[in-house]
């Protein structure tokens, strides 16, 4: 009867080896490629032409870049807004825009400041019932390696009693400063930044970003795919944002808290609320 | 404070009874696949 092994005695396999390399026909070495001259004479002639061609579209494009650069220039334009409008619209279109309401301003004045090689646009004004709208010239804007940069300036008692209306396109519009009646915007893929004081506050971003500072009876902002931003953001009555696959961060906390509320709506986004401790009441 | 919740993860680092505020300020949230989250200020 076979008694079980308790140990195996078999001494230790060696490791598998891979499988040899199959035996097949090894490549023949390279052989130099045997050129008639004539032949030779030819390739080096396409090799330096070759050659002679790469150095002169890259000496082309210095040239080219050197005669814009020396075409750019910086031009500015001013124009008087309507001495009196019941609402004032600004539109960014491939521009910076800036609207300040200003103690010391005597009437509504636009400023272009352009930087480019062709000639510059103009400030588009226009005015009907409804208010005073104000952009650049040009259905698509500045583009390339130009930039515009608009100023609108506004006084800031005419303000205090302005709705005012933001539409960044593609393009960015600040506000900052001043007291306006109120505020609301659409950002499209652009960036508008806010830092002034209104009676209430309502922005919205597709694909662009809200950048959200003062303070505001109401604040209601939206985002898309967009974001969010807001630091030293005080809402005396009622505070919303609502998100969908966008960021927002809601900085509330450098005031009393809205009276009326937070709410926040997010769909697959996120968002941070930062409230005021219990307790605050004033503004610091 | 209102919260309701779908798919999403919603973290409020504030105590629950203080969150309304002393006042009574009403904080509502809808999460639905995102994240929210609600925590005090320095």
Known sequence: ?284 | MNSSNGSGNVDIDIPRASSAGAAGIPIDIDNRSGETSVEYGQ
């Open chain 1, 1 to 284: 009867m076979p008694t079980p092994a308790l140990h195996d005695q078999r001494p230790p396999q060696p490791p598998a080896q891979p499988p040899a390399q199959s035996g097949g026909p090894r490549p023949a070495p390279a052989r130099p490629l045997n050129l008639s001259p004539g032949a030779r004479t030819g390739v080096r002639a396409a090799i330096a032409i070759v050659a002679a061609l790469a150095v002169l579209t890259a000496l082309t494009a210095v040239a080219f870049g050197f005669a814009a650069g020396l075409r750019t220039h910086q031009e500015t334009k001013t124009a008087d807004l309507p001495a009196d409008f019941s609402a004032l619209t600004v539109t960014g279109l491939g521009a910076n825009v800036s609207v300040r309401a200003d103690d010391g301003a005597r009437a509504p004045v636009a400023r272009l400041t352009y930087t480019g090689s062709g000639s510059a646009p103009g400030i588009d004004i226009r005015s009907d019932k409804r208010g005073a709208t104000v952009g650049v010239e040009g259905e698509r804007g500045v583009i390339g390696s130009s930039s515009a940069q608009l100023e609108i300036t506004v006084p800031a008692a005419m303000a205090a009693s302005l709705p005012l209306s933001l539409d960044a396109k593609s393009g960015a519009v600040e506000v900052d400063g001043g007291a306006w009646k109120r505020i609301a915007g659409t950002a499209g893929s652009g960036v508008i930044t806010v830092h002034t004081k209104a009676d209430a506050l309502e922005l919205s971003a597709s694909s662009g970003i809200l950048n959200v500072k003062g303070e505001y009876g109401t604040a209601d902002l939206r985002a898309k795919s967009g974001a969010i931003h807001s630091e030293s953001l005080w809402v005396k009555r009622r505070a919303s944002t609502q998100v969908s696959v966008g960021t927002a961060n809601l900085d509330l906390s450098s005031g009393a808290p809205p009276q009326q509320g937070i709410s926040a709506t997010t769909d697959s986004g996120s968002t941070k609320l930062i409230v005021p401790r219990p307790g605050k009441d004033a503004k610091g």
